[in-house]
């Protein structure tokens, strides 16, 4: 489409309809077309009620997503630091010239040779976050999802949930902004029910079709096999109203380059499987904080380290960069701005309960949903490989260094070096 096509589309007419369209206009008295479409800086339509956050949205500051500045003013007793590198106490040897030794950590403060596994900050303050568009994405699961794109104070990237179910909506993509259409309302996904073609309302779904969204929920036809826990999870739940929440850092490799080295792509799935079977309906809260916040460079440098021999966090810690450093307050906000604030909470990772939360507990998880792999249950589609066991068995095995303690009955220390709560498979797989 040219340049003018474009323009014309949303051009003021005296006919009131919207040019190349064959729809007639809409009967209320509001035009369907948009007299004066606003772009923002960053390509975004910040106008509205909303008008705190377009401020701040509009002077975004770079990223502040990691917490690790406690880093700094926490430097790690040297005990802890000999339990978790080693049992000679040794910090691993830099294998890096100092002309290779790498920035920081996206928007953190270098932050000296070693870095520990302390709880993440919480943020003093919640960001604000503004969802910007939603779609319907039909998908091959036959399964359809809602998929929300979220701008925010704090960084500029697009941080998205992915809304199952027809329920939960965002109050910040509902909200009326100064100016729109009903058009304007309905190509940025601020509708209700399903779009068809010739709907001129936003509010009201006046479509002959059912505007039911479809979910595997409903067929029993369509219920894979399952993990036996997750399979009680998900039945115990289904008299409940409480959405599965799944909080996932986006993980290239898991996700998109079919790595075996994570189970990132396997949680993935799962955690949307088993949103899809949920009559609560869920959210995937998909924050970019690749690496475990450390951005994609730098995990394939620290792949490589774990080539060398390194686990997974010691590799992080000899680029010098925390173990983990990510942090929660974005979903937290996220998940306030869909009103989904209990949740059941699909994770092995305490961390993340205690900081999706927030400062002022303005989440609640009130029930954690474990994420076993599917290979510890013996279940087929799962992530195995040599990798992924060494990646498991980092974040849970080497608890006993960190902790300083191994469980002595059967399996493991139920914390892990990676704050997880996950039993290893006493089979070893
Ligand atoms: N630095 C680093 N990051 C990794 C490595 N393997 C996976 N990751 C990242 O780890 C993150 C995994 O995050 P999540 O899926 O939220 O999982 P989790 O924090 O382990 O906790 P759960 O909720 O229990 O799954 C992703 O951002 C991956 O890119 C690695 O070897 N090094």
């Given at each position: 489409?040219?340049?003018t096509?474009?323009?014309?589309?949303?051009?003021?007419?005296?006919?009131?309809?919207?040019?190349?369209?064959?729809?007639?206009?809409?009967?209320?008295?509001?035009?369907?077309?948009?007299?004066?479409?606003?772009?923002?800086?960053n390509?975004?339509?910040?106008?509205?009620?909303?008008?705190?956050?377009?401020?701040?949205?509009n002077?975004?500051?770079?990223?502040?997503?990691?917490s690790?500045?406690?880093?700094?003013l926490?430097?790690?007793p040297?005990?802890?630091?000999?339990m978790?590198?080693?049992?000679?106490?040794?910090?691993?040897?830099?294998?890096?010239?100092?002309?290779?030794t790498?920035?920081?950590?996206?928007?953190?403060?270098?932050?000296?040779?070693?870095?520990?596994?302390?709880?993440?900050?919480?943020?003093?303050?919640?960001?604000?976050?503004?969802?910007?568009?939603?779609?319907?994405?039909?998908?091959?699961?036959?399964?359809?999802?809602?998929?929300?794109?979220?701008?925010?104070?704090?960084?500029?990237?697009e941080?998205?949930?992915?809304?199952?179910?027809?329920?939960?909506?965002?109050?910040?993509l509902?909200?009326?902004?100064?100016?729109?259409?009903?058009?304007?309302?309905?190509?940025?996904?601020?509708?209700?029910?399903?779009?068809?073609?010739?709907?001129?309302s936003s509010?009201?779904?006046?479509?002959?079709?059912?505007?039911?969204?479809?979910?595997?929920?409903?067929?029993?036809?369509?219920?894979?096999?399952?993990?036996?826990t997750?399979k009680?999870?998900?039945?115990?739940?289904?008299?409940?109203?409480?959405?599965?929440?799944?909080?996932?850092?986006?993980?290239?490799?898991?996700?998109?380059?079919?790595?075996?080295?994570?189970?990132?792509?396997?949680?993935?799935?799962?955690?949307?499987?088993?949103m899809?079977?949920?009559?609560?309906?869920?959210?995937?809260?998909?924050?970019?904080?690749?690496?475990r916040?450390?951005?994609l460079?730098?995990?394939l440098?620290?792949?490589?380290?774990?080539?060398?021999?390194?686990d997974t966090v010691?590799?992080?810690?000899?680029?010098?960069?925390?173990?983990?450093?990510?942090?929660?307050?974005?979903?937290?906000?996220?998940?306030?701005?869909?009103?989904?604030?209990?949740?059941?909470l699909?994770?092995?990772?305490?961390?993340?309960?205690?900081?999706?939360?927030?400062?002022?507990k303005?989440?609640?998880?009130?029930?954690?949903?474990?994420?076993?792999p599917?290979a510890?249950?013996n279940?087929?589609?799962?992530?195995?490989?040599?990798?992924?066991?060494?990646?498991?068995?980092?974040?849970?095995?080497?608890?006993?260094?960190?902790?300083?303690?191994?469980?002595?009955?059967?399996?493991?220390?139920?914390?892990?070096?990676?704050?997880?709560?996950?039993?290893?498979?006493?089979?070893?797989?």
């Amino acid at each position: 489409m040219s340049g003018t096509e474009a323009t014309r589309s949303f051009d003021t007419s005296s006919s009131g309809l919207v040019s190349g369209s064959p729809e007639k206009g809409s009967s209320d008295s509001t035009p369907i077309y948009s007299p004066k479409p606003k772009i923002a800086g960053n390509g975004y339509h910040f106008s509205g009620s909303n008008s705190s956050i377009d401020q701040s949205m509009n002077s975004i500051t770079p990223p502040a997503h990691a917490s690790p500045t406690l880093l700094a003013l926490n430097p790690m007793p040297r005990s802890d630091l000999t339990m978790l590198l080693g049992a000679e106490g040794q910090v691993p040897p830099s294998i890096l010239t100092p002309a290779f030794t790498p920035p920081t950590t996206p928007s953190t403060p270098l932050i000296g040779p070693v870095a520990s596994k302390i709880p993440p900050k919480l943020m003093q303050e919640l960001p604000k976050v503004n969802c910007v568009v939603r779609a319907r994405i039909p998908t091959t699961t036959g399964t359809e999802i809602f998929l929300h794109l979220y701008q925010n104070n704090i960084d500029n990237k697009e941080h998205l949930a992915i809304v199952f179910g027809n329920k939960i909506r965002s109050k910040s993509l509902d909200a009326p902004r100064e100016g729109e259409t009903e058009l304007d309302r309905m190509i940025r996904g601020a509708y209700t029910g399903r779009l068809f073609p010739g709907r001129t309302s936003s509010r009201v779904d006046d479509s002959p079709m059912p505007s039911r969204v479809p979910s595997r929920a409903a067929s029993s036809t369509a219920l894979p096999k399952m993990a036996s826990t997750a399979k009680l999870a998900t039945l115990e739940s289904s008299t409940r109203t409480v959405p599965l929440v799944r909080i996932h850092s986006e993980c290239y490799t898991g996700e998109i380059a079919w790595s075996a080295r994570c189970d990132c792509g396997e949680q993935l799935d799962e955690a949307a499987r088993l949103m899809s079977l949920d009559p609560a309906g869920g959210v995937v809260v998909y924050l970019r904080q690749e690496g475990r916040g450390i951005g994609l460079g730098e995990k394939l440098k620290a792949y490589n380290l774990q080539d060398l021999g390194n686990d997974t966090v010691q590799a992080n810690l000899m680029l010098r960069h925390p173990a983990d450093a990510r942090s929660y307050g974005l979903a937290t906000a996220i998940l306030m701005d869909l009103e989904s604030v209990n949740v059941r909470l699909l994770t092995n990772n305490p961390d993340k309960i205690a900081a999706v939360e927030g400062p002022g507990k303005e989440v609640k998880v009130v029930e954690r949903v474990p994420m076993i792999p599917l290979a510890w249950q013996n279940l087929k589609g799962g992530v195995t490989g040599k990798e992924v066991g060494d990646y498991l068995r980092t974040k849970v095995c080497v608890s006993s260094l960190r902790w300083g303690k191994r469980r002595e009955t059967d399996g493991w220390e139920q914390v892990t070096q990676m704050g997880h709560l996950l039993d290893l498979p006493t089979d070893g797989n």
